[in-house]
């Protein structure tokens, strides 16, 4: 999630800042996305498919409010946000119905582009019977695998319902899916942080000179195992934000855009600027997290992807 706060964080044009900023936003871009679809099937697998106590129908009833409720409130919230502040906006928007089913049918060009995650993360879920079937034979396992890995570059060029990012993004997914199953690879990498953290720099640097599905695996590597490090010595330096980051990837954008109409109006230093930007990012939606659970109105709630407090 901190990768993914860091890569909405430029305050010029996109790839237009410092060359530290722009090194920090490609690094962010070239695999955060993928880590971020690889943690999604690996606490799929840990919450819905290792004990298969949760149906198909209560998945599907539960990721339904979890995602398409946010998914409808904020891309409808960007939409007033791009009416309302239209000269502060790098993409303008209407508000005619085309324009609004179109957000909805290809979110990837709607107001908020972010929400293509939660369009084909949903997809991924529809596809629980898939997982569960396949991962049962371990011929058949990394078979699937192997056909993710083919369609992740050969697939059909079909934006709508993010069809396309569902090809590209499936395979980081079912990764995740089976690295949890199996758990050889999650104790491997915490027995030997330090030795992978290296590993996935090199595969990181490989990747940069050859193919992006490599340099986004070594991405991966690197920041388990960074992560894995960090958490040994400052144990408690994820701790602050750790319980709200589907709240930060909704709400953090917003924050962030206007920590970035602020400074374009109010000089700061370009350094102070970005690390308010980072911030602003991460912890603004937590604050908002906790009054709302303080005020603990359902409707509410499950605007922001939080589930309410039974009385």
Not at 48 to 69: E, F, P
Not at 271 to 293: D, E, N, Q, R, T
Request: proline share 5%; hydrophobic share 55%; aromatic share 18%.
């Amino acid at each position: 999630m901190l990768w993914v706060v860091i890569g909405h964080s430029y305050l010029g044009p996109f790839g237009g800042g410092p060359a530290w900023e722009n090194a920090l936003t490609n690094l962010a871009y070239s695999f955060h996305m993928p880590l971020f679809m690889a943690i999604s099937g690996w606490l799929f697998y840990y919450t819905r498919l290792a004990d298969g106590k949760w149906s198909y129908i209560a998945t599907l009833r539960d990721k339904s409010v979890r995602l398409l409720i946010p998914f409808v409130f904020f891309t409808l919230l960007a939409f007033a946000m791009k009416i309302a502040f239209p000269s502060e906006m790098s993409r303008g928007a209407g508000l005619s119905f085309k324009e609004v089913a179109g957000a909805f049918i290809n979110p990837y060009d709607g107001p908020l582009r972010e929400m293509w995650f939660i369009m084909t993360l949903f997809w991924l879920f529809l596809l629980m019977p898939v997982w569960k079937l396949t991962v049962r034979n371990a011929y058949i396992k990394w078979l699937t695998l192997a056909l993710l890995v083919v369609l992740h570059f050969i697939h059909p060029a079909v934006s709508l319902f993010c069809i396309d990012r569902l090809c590209s993004y499936a395979v980081f997914f079912y990764l995740g899916l089976i690295v949890c199953m199996d758990t050889f690879v999650e104790r491997a990498i915490s027995g030997r942080a330090l030795l992978f953290l290296f590993a996935g720099v090199a595969v990181y640097i490989a990747g940069y000179y050859s193919d992006p599905l490599i340099q986004a695996m070594g991405g991966i590597l690197f920041s388990c195992s960074l992560a894995l490090i960090l958490d040994r010595i400052i144990p408690w330096c994820f701790h602050t934000f750790r319980d709200y980051t589907y709240q930060i990837f909704l709400m953090g954008i917003f924050a962030q855009i206007l920590v970035k109409i602020l400074f374009r109006h109010i000089r700061l230093p370009y350094v102070a600027a970005y690390l308010i930007c980072v911030l602003a990012g991460l912890y603004v939606p937590v604050l908002v997290s906790i009054v709302l659970k303080k005020i603990n109105w359902p409707p509410l709630l499950y605007c922001v992807g939080l589930r309410p407090k039974k009385q």
